[in-house]
């Protein structure tokens, strides 16, 4: 389990996450939503190590991840897929997935993970293919499947559905779904989409200007009116 303890994190004299904390289980998709500018990608950039917290605990089955590296983090089992996706347009997908599989054991990253390739079968028909070649959807699938290649316990994934196609977006979907219910994966999901996230929820969390002020379960994110809560 993922648990955020007390979090504070400034950008030089702005305080942007304010005591954050917030748990992510195995098996549960757990939302965070937020109007723009609430910290929800600095709070992601934050776990993964990408930026430094001032203050407060970031803890994965219990061990203090806090003062570790990004690649470190990588290695216990924490994947991000960034938003904008952020994949290697002039390396192949192959390449990209392999980029993924760095944190791994030398002998664990010999071969592409083949259930990694069924979850994503228009990549394995593409691995030789450029990634900046791919259209945007086929992009963010090589995100998801860069992270997931590491083999994480908890994924962290900032706006997925951004510029991409309804079609693509389903699939994105049903993939968490899988992800969350068959491999018991924790998923930390950042959206502005609001019915793609309610569609995935095990639990929510409001951010407001770096502050969690709402949080609940799935059907209490139904029952409030969350949706006024972060309406832009």
Same mark, same amino acid.
């Given at each position: 389990?993922?648990?955020?303890?007390?979090? %504070?994190?400034?950008?030089?004299?702005?305080?942007?996450?304010?005591?954050?904390?917030?748990?992510?289980? !195995?098996?549960?998709?757990?939302?965070?939503?937020?109007?723009?500018?609430?910290?929800?990608?600095?709070?992601?950039?934050?776990?993964?190590?990408?930026?430094?917290?001032?203050?407060?605990?970031? *803890?994965? %089955?219990?061990? %203090?991840?806090?003062?570790?590296?990004?690649?470190? &983090?990588?290695?216990?089992?924490?994947?991000?897929?960034?938003?904008?996706?952020?994949?290697?347009? &002039?390396?192949?997908?192959?390449?990209?997935?392999?980029?993924?599989?760095?944190?791994?054991?030398?002998?664990?990253?010999?071969?592409?993970?083949?259930?990694?390739?069924?979850?994503?079968?228009?990549?394995?028909?593409?691995?030789? &293919?450029?990634?900046?070649?791919?259209?945007?959807?086929?992009?963010?699938?090589?995100?998801?499947?860069?992270?997931?290649?590491?083999? !994480?316990?908890?994924?962290?994934? %900032?706006? !997925?559905?951004?510029?991409?196609? !309804?079609?693509?977006?389903?699939?994105?979907?049903?993939?968490?779904?899988?992800?969350?219910?068959?491999?018991?994966?924790?998923?930390?999901?950042?959206?502005?989409?609001?019915?793609?996230?309610?569609?995935?929820?095990?639990?929510?969390?409001?951010?407001?200007?770096?502050?969690?002020?709402?949080?609940?379960?799935?059907?209490?994110?139904?029952?409030?009116?969350? *949706?006024?809560?972060?309406?832009?």
């Amino acid at each position: 389990m993922l648990t955020i303890e007390n979090l %504070d994190q400034f950008y030089g004299g702005s305080h942007i996450l304010r005591g954050v904390s917030l748990a992510v289980r !195995p098996g549960e998709c757990t939302v965070l939503l937020g109007r723009n500018g609430a910290g929800k990608t600095t709070l992601l950039k934050t776990i993964m190590g990408l930026v430094r917290a001032r203050s407060g605990a970031i *803890r994965l %089955d219990g061990e %203090d991840l806090s003062h570790l590296p990004p690649y470190e &983090r990588a290695r216990r089992g924490i994947g991000y897929v960034p938003q904008g996706r952020e994949i290697f347009n &002039r390396l192949t997908v192959e390449e990209n997935l392999r980029m993924g599989m760095a944190a791994r054991p030398a002998a664990a990253a010999r071969r592409l993970p083949e259930h990694v390739l069924e979850m994503f079968p228009v990549l394995k028909s593409m691995l030789k &293919r450029r990634g900046g070649d791919l259209s945007g959807g086929q992009q963010q699938q090589l995100a998801i499947a860069r992270a997931l290649a590491a083999e !994480p316990k908890v994924l962290l994934l %900032d706006e !997925p559905t951004e510029g991409i196609q !309804p079609s693509i977006i389903k699939e994105i979907g049903a993939l968490i779904r899988t992800l969350v219910r068959e491999r018991s994966l924790a998923v930390l999901l950042v959206e502005q989409y609001y019915e793609f996230a309610e569609a995935l929820a095990d639990s929510y969390a409001v951010l407001t200007r770096g502050r969690i002020t709402q949080a609940g379960d799935a059907a209490q994110m139904r029952a409030q009116n969350v *949706r006024a809560l972060i309406a832009i």
